[in-house]
Every structure is written in structure tokens, then in C-alpha cells.
């Protein structure tokens, strides 16, 4: 339903075309936008900073409501921000995250709070009490750039947004293009002799060590979920070999190894000795549609997979690639025909067979995967230099739930009125369909408001 806002007031209404390139005639009704007495309230909260959170936080900042946006990371963008491309475009999340990071900047109605969480939600539509935690960075605003701390700092710990395949010290920028521009450093240190040392090294005013976790509550109209998803642990697959073979990686590893900013420059290498791979093999639905993981299909998993050739063959024009699958879902006619061009290359063969053992190769640090080719008949036992695993599609709300919030038995999010889930806190998605799902909850929080305004 089109709206928009003008003088303060919210119209809301439908349209009818009258025919290619003439104008469009619109009825619009006028939908009272006053601020109500006591509790009730006009402000929508997002929780949840990546792709479909932004989204959802400018579009209904957009039309005119104040919009509070809670992150449990140091910093906004979410799992994009991880990415070295996405589809359908195959950009790099510079190209759409930007935009969002933009409207943030220039829009008044919008405040975020990074490193904080949601305690407890309570109340009803229109008006909800929300108590956030906000957790001390021991930084201040204008720490943007800590290489004095990190010279001073002893401590290295693994480097969670490179998913552990390298290190970072004990204050750091969470990465390259973290918004906000804002260093961090760790409580383990910033409550140690080392945090002082930091603290000295870096310029005067950088650096409060006096941080204490702030309670904030908030009262708001709507809110809308937008908290994401994490990568299936893939250690529970013990028949894959994670964690067993170095040589064994999973599909967000792959992203951040072919990623400029990645902990290997870009270069997709074997992390055993950093050496080129002549064979790569794709492992899919690990731990996706499958009664003793994730039950349903994570969505992503087939089109990321073929992405992700593109990377090897951009890097590796001789490399073999081999791809194990259930069935390739590609939804639509642009999915298609990128499966198709993929599909063409004679250097990649699609073998239908689920993965059900890995075992040590005969060469040092190959790893076999070994299937039953339903199409070909019998078993197939293919050796490779490395191998990725397309790991399923997690929602966030499986592992941590927010008290007031209803989950299914899988973990996403169950709509209420007032309390609206999008992107990955809803079902699997990938990036447009995050993206129109969140501007679909800007409405229906909009919507929420609006009645309960009546």
C-alpha cells in the first residue's frame, strides 16, 4: 500500500494505473499522526543492525518516526559486511551497505546502539517497554585509528569476523569498513594492567576505562526483528570432518578468504600451507535439510556455492571443482541462468550425491569425500585439495531468545501485531528478499501505530 508522508501527517492509500506512461491516478485517505497521552507511543524499535534491519530502520525513518536500531555487534552491516559479493548484482557489500549507512548519517529520526542487547520486552501494541543493555566499548568516539594500542597490546585472540582463521589484539577496529568508524577493545583487557598500558599509548581522551554497561528503557509503538542468522556449527557434523582436517572449510570461510580485507588478501589458499588448491570440492545441504540439524532448506546455500566458483575460477582457471547436492535450488530466471553459465564450464562437474563420509587423501592435506552418485549409480570417492562446506542457515533466535518475544520450535521469529520479523529472523533469505521483507515490516510497524492511534 503506498504512503508518504507530508506536514507531519501520514497518508496512506491506493493507486490505479491508467496505462503505460500516463500518470497514475491515487485516492488517498488522511490517517491522524498525533502523539497519544501516557504510555502509548509513536517510536519503532529495530532489533537487529544488518541488512534488513538498516533497511527497515530508514524506511520507517523515512516516513517520518523516530526509530531506535539495538546491535549486539560493535558495529552495523551485519553478515553482509562479511561478504566479498553478493547476488544479484556480485558486488561487494560496500555497494549496497553504503547507501543504508548514508541514509543513517543524514537522518535525525534514526539513533543506534552498538554492543547492547535487549533484556526484556513487555507490554502491547503501541506500547511496548523495552529494557537495552548497553555495554561499555572503554573508547570514545573519536578513537579511530588504534595502532598505537595495538603495538602496546600483548594480548591476540582469535579474529571472530574472519571466523578464526587469524588473529587480532586486544583493542581493534572490528574491520575495514566498520560503521561506526570506532575502535573497541575487549573487557578481559580493559580491566587488566595491559588495558592501561593501551590507555597510555593511545592519544589523550581515546581511551575510558571508567565505561560501565548502561540500562536504557524505551517505550515504542512497534518493533521490528531483524536479528539475523549465524552459520550452522559445523562441528556437530562429524561424518564432515570439520575441525578433524585443516583442508575442510565452511561456505562463510570462503567468503572471507576471497575477500580483499580478508585474512588472506583475497587469495583463496589451503590453510594448511597457504598453497594454490588444483581441486576444490563443494559439500551441499551441510546440515540443511536434514532431521537431525536444520530440517528445512536454508535458501542460500546452492546460489552461494555457485558464487562462489566464480571466485576460484576468477583466481584458478585450471582448478577442478567438484559439486555434491541433494538438488540445485536457483529461484528464478536470473538464479537459472547463472546456474547455467556455471553449469557450461567443463572444469566443473555436479555430482547428485549427499556427502556422507570425509577421510583422510593420500597426499598430504587432501581430505576424500565420499557419496552415492544417483544419477551415475554407485559410490563415488573424490579426492580434493580443499573442501567447503555449504553450511546451513541458522536464525539467531536459536540460540538466543529475547524474553517477550515469541519463536517457532526451529528458532525464527512468530509475528504478533507490533512485533514484526523480517530477514533471517522470519525464515531464510538472501539479500533483495531480506531487503523487501524489511521494508514490508517498516509498514506493518507503521500500520501498528497508525491503528492504535485511532
Avoid at 551497505?97 to 503501541?126: A, C, D, H, Q
Avoid at 587469524?166 to 574491520?175: A, E, F, N, S, V
Wanted: hydrophobic residues 35%; aromatic residues 8%.
Amino acid at each position: 500500500m503506498p504512503g508518504f508522508l507530508y506536514n507531519e501527517k501520514i497518508y496512506i492509500g491506493v493507486g490505479v494505473g491508467v496505462g503505460v506512461g500516463k500518470a497514475c491516478k491515487y485516492t488517498y485517505t488522511y490517517i491522524k499522526n498525533e502523539k497519544r497521552s501516557g504510555l502509548m507511543s509513536d517510536k519503532i524499535l529495530v532489533i537487529g543492525g544488518g541488512f534488513s534491519g538498516l533497511t527497515a530502520a530508514c524506511e520507517a525513518a523515512e516516513m517520518g518516526y523516530e526509530v531506535a536500531i539495538v546491535e549486539r555487534e560493535d558495529y552495523l552491516g551485519g553478515r553482509v559486511a562479511q561478504l566479498n559479493k553478493y547476488f544479484p548484482k556480485l558486488c561487494p557489500p560496500t555497494c549496497g551497505l553504503e547507501i543504508n549507512f548514508k541514509r543513517i548519517r543524514t537522518n535525525p529520526r534514526i539513533t543506534f546502539y552498538t554492543r547492547s542487547e535487549v533484556e526484556s520486552v513487555s507490554g502491547g501494541p503501541g506500547a511496548y517497554n523495552v529494557k537495552i543493555k548497553v555495554n561499555p566499548k572503554y573508547t570514545t568516539p573519536q578513537c579511530m585509528n588504534c595502532k598505537p594500542g595495538e603495538a602496546a597490546a600483548t594480548t591476540e585472540v582469535p579474529n571472530e569476523f574472519n571466523f578464526g582463521m587469524d588473529t587480532r589484539k586486544g583493542i581493534y577496529l572490528p574491520h575495514p569498513m566498520a560503521f561506526p568508524n570506532q575502535c573497541v577493545m575487549d573487557p578481559a583487557v580493559a580491566q587488566s594492567d595491559e588495558g592501561k598500558a593501551i590507555e597510555a599509548a593511545m592519544p589523550a581522551g581515546h581511551i575510558d576505562l571508567g565505561q560501565q554497561p548502561e540500562t536504557i528503557d524505551l517505550n515504542v509503538g512497534a518493533i521490528i526483528i531483524a536479528t539475523g542468522w549465524d552459520p550452522y556449527d559445523a562441528t556437530k557434523m562429524d561424518n564432515l570432518g570439520f575441525g578433524k582436517y585443516e583442508n575442510i572449510i565452511t561456505n562463510m570461510m570462503m567468503e572471507r578468504m576471497a575477500s580483499p580485507s580478508g585474512p588472506t588478501g583475497g587469495k583463496i589458499l589451503r590453510p594448511s600451507d597457504k598453497e594454490a588448491p588444483k581441486s576444490i570440492g563443494f559439500v551441499q545441504c551441510a546440515g540443511s535439510r536434514d532431521e537431525n540439524h536444520l530440517p528445512y532448506c536454508s535458501f542460500i546455500c546452492c546460489m552461494a556455492t555457485l558464487k562462489q566458483i566464480t571466485y576460484i575460477r576468477e583466481q584458478y582457471p585450471d582448478t577442478d571443482v567438484y559439486v555434491f547436492y541433494i538438488d540445485i535450488r536457483a529461484a528464478g530466471r536470473k538464479y537459472e541462468n547463472f546456474y547455467a553459465k556455471v553449469k557450461a564450464d567443463e572444469k566443473v562437474k555436479f555430482i547428485k550425491g549427499k556427502v556422507a563420509e570425509v577421510r583422510e587423501g593420500s597426499s598430504p592435506g587432501s581430505v576424500i569425500l565420499v557419496a552415492e552418485d544417483t544419477i551415475g549409480g554407485g559410490k563415488v570417492e573424490q579426492e580434493v585439495d580443499l573442501a567447503v562446506l555449504a553450511t546451513g542457515m541458522q536464525p539467531t533466535g536459536a540460540k538466543v531468545k529475547i524474553p517477550g518475544i515469541q519463536y517457532d520450535e526451529d528458532g525464527f521469529v512468530v509475528q504478533q501485531e507490533g512485533i514484526i520479523p523480517c530477514g533471517c529472523a522470519k525464515r531464510p533469505a538472501d539479500v533483495v528478499s531480506s531487503a523487501q521483507s524489511a521494508t514490508a515490516a517498516a509498514l506493518k510497524a507503521v500500520q501498528t501505530i497508525v491503528r492504535r492511534a485511532g
